[in-house]
């Protein structure tokens, strides 16, 4: 059974730090690119990272960029999401997705709330 299953989201004061994880079963992720995505309370799904299966190249959206580090360990099967500096407006489910050719699956997501 193909699943990712996001981990690490929760409650942290803005300016703060929070790692998520996503560990894929069922398929191997290696030949796979990696993206988060976040929803926002009332607003649409975005991209907010990327990664390629080598891990050498990496995408990540303008609002994130310089905060937010995506890496992946393929022998462990999961892409991580760094988050530092946190602002009240990162505060989002969290989801994780494996993307291939016509292949492509969706975590069910973490919640981030970022408020003091």
């Known amino acids: 059974q193909v699943q990712l299953v996001e981990s690490g989201g929760g409650l942290v004061r803005p300016g703060g730090s929070l790692r998520l994880s996503c560990a894929a079963s069922g398929f191997t992720i290696s030949t796979y690119t990696m993206k988060w995505f976040r929803q926002p309370p009332g607003k649409e799904r975005e991209l907010v990272a990327h990664?390629?299966?080598?891990?050498?190249?990496?995408y990540y959206a303008d609002s994130v960029k310089g905060r937010f580090t995506i890496s992946r360990d393929n022998a462990k099967n999961t892409v991580d999401l760094q988050m530092n500096s946190l602002k009240p407006e990162d505060t989002a489910v969290y989801y994780c997705?494996?993307?291939?050719?016509?292949?492509?699956?969706w975590g069910q997501g973490t919640q981030v709330t970022v408020s003091s």
């Open positions: 997705r494996a993307i291939r050719r016509t292949e492509a699956y």
């Open positions: 990664i390629l299966g080598s891990g050498e190249g990496t």
